[in-house]
């Protein structure tokens, strides 16, 4: 029997895979639990559009890290730095202020720091240059100043995240079972001892000190009905169709503290026709959030929504709510041909409806042609005259109008008269919950009395009191990055007393 530590880690996306390179490199022996087959593998993390928001100082600081392919985006593109209060604003405010500020700190603070560990293990970057618009669409000459928030994705997004993550952990010797979800935790008192993985025909237990990496509860229609509400049983999931909140439940049964917001949920406007749970032939091209450049109309012809509140990677993932909550769960984003080449390169999956009028729009699309022409009218004759000119398409421009009746629109705010006018289909996908495991600021479960539960860390979306009513992209991975190697370097240094057992 070795006297190694031996670390358990259930999961197998960002997160987990990060915590275990990091006990591996402790000196642990490590072993990862996968629910899903070797081909389905990589949980929420491989369906990613894999931006990492991280503190830096510009683009000048984040070549040393982006893949010689980015060379031809270079001088297309500009980067403002990001600093430590701005990401610390931009994740508070999205979420009203109401996060542990030990948790969000612990992120910033280490998030550059975390994404070079990440690319000294394998893992590939660039810039996130055409996730919402083309740079090879634009005029010659502009520059496209890009959200610095939002700037840097792992090469390849999702897929190129998993498949750098997976190379690492296999060139490391990291034994990882596939088709072995875990079923309940192995426990003495408060004290987590292993885990148990349900096979076919028998459950084995698994020994060791724990991380939970398994994601939250959006796959399970019963869960979301629970928790979310009226309707969100029958939303579309936009990832991994194995996170079904078995070892979020498991560990609350077994002492664990619930923390945050388990009313909430990152969700986006998603192509109404895109499948009911995550395709790993589409990953994220199924998302429409070039929203800011049109009107977000319901099924009566109404807006309903400040399109251009702030920039789309602060207000995406809570517009899906506001899609969510009308008639049938859909809407349409109308836009005219002064817009129509903004449009994000995903939307090349979806079949937009089209029209030389606005009445003849709203024929094909089925919504009231008297209302929808009002509407848009409304609209029209709110919008600044000089709107053309004061247009800014890749920064809150300020060009803002109030039409009578309705929300105003804070940026972004164009009259729509250029035909054929072009409608998308959109509803709600949802991408992963909010509430979980509370966790403190090494990545250890607290229990319902707030004391660590020995032996038991987590990471990634299985914890709580990160994030509230909205989300700012790529806050999710680094998150998942950063705790990841936390409950790593946690799990490999714990004194397990000689009770981690023979697996």
């Not at 600021?441 to 707030?450: F, I, K, N, Y």
Request: charged share 20%; net charge negative; aromatic share 8%.
């Amino acid at each position: 029997m070795s006297d190694q530590q031996r670390v358990v880690v259930v999961g197998a996306g960002n997160a987990a895979l990060v915590a275990a390179l990091a006990a591996h490199e402790a000196g642990a022996e490590v072993r990862v639990l996968e629910a899903a087959t070797r081909e389905e593998r990589g949980g929420n993390s491989r369906f990613s559009g894999g931006i990492f928001r991280t503190v830096h100082d510009g683009l000048a600081s984040l070549q040393p890290l982006l893949h010689p392919t980015n060379a031809r985006w270079l001088d297309r593109v500009d980067v403002a730095s990001y600093p430590r209060d701005r990401f610390l604003g931009d994740w508070m405010a999205t979420s009203a202020g109401q996060p542990d500020p030990a948790l969000v700190e612990m992120v910033v603070d280490r998030s550059l720091e975390t994404v070079r560990w990440m690319h000294a293990r394998g893992v590939q970057w660039e810039l996130a240059a055409n996730k919402l618009v083309d740079p090879d669409k634009l005029e010659p000459g502009t520059v496209y100043n890009m959200a610095p928030g939002g700037a840097l994705r792992a090469l390849g997004e999702g897929i190129g995240l998993m498949k750098c993550l997976f190379a690492a952990v296999e060139a490391a010797g990291i034994e990882v079972s596939y088709d072995a979800p875990a079923a309940g935790l192995l426990t003495s008192g408060s004290t987590v001892e292993g885990v148990r993985m349900r096979r076919a025909d028998h459950v084995e237990e698994v020994r060791g000190t724990v991380v939970l990496a398994s994601g939250g509860f959006e796959s399970n229609p019963e869960m979301r009905l629970r928790y979310l509400g009226h309707g969100w049983d029958l939303v579309k999931v936009r990832g991994s169709r194995f996170n079904m909140g078995v070892m979020l439940t498991q560990a609350l049964l077994s002492g664990a503290q619930p923390a945050g917001h388990w009313g909430g949920a990152h969700a986006s406007p998603l192509d109404a026709a895109a499948p009911a749970v995550g395709d790993l032939r589409l990953t994220d091209k199924m998302s429409r959030y070039s929203y800011p450049y049109a009107l977000l109309v319901n099924t009566a012809g109404d807006r309903f929504v400040d399109e251009g509140e702030d920039e789309v990677w602060l207000t995406y993932a809570k517009t899906g709510w506001a899609v969510r909550a009308q008639d049938r769960a859909l809407a349409y984003q109308v836009f005219d041909q002064k817009t129509v080449h903004l449009l994000e390169p995903r939307y090349r999956t979806g079949t937009p409806v089209e029209a030389e009028t606005i009445e003849g729009l709203a024929e094909l699309l089925g919504v009231p042609v008297p209302r929808l022409a009002a509407t848009v009218e409304d609209f029209n004759a709110a919008v600044a005259a000089d709107a053309g000119e004061r247009f800014v398409p890749f920064a809150a421009d300020g060009l803002s109008a109030e039409p009578a009746g309705q929300l105003p629109k804070s940026n972004w705010a164009q009259r729509l008269d250029a035909p054929p006018f072009v409608a998308y289909p959109v509803t709600c996908g949802i991408t992963f919950t909010y509430g979980g495991l509370k966790v403190d600021d090494q990545a250890r479960v607290l229990d319902t009395e707030g004391v660590p539960m020995p032996g038991l860390y987590a990471a990634g979306e299985i914890t709580g009191n990160f994030f509230f009513h909205n989300y700012a992209a790529g806050s999710g991975l680094m998150r998942g990055a950063v705790f990841g190697r936390l409950a790593g370097e946690g799990a490999a240094a714990f004194d397990c007393g000689g009770r981690a057992g023979s697996r």
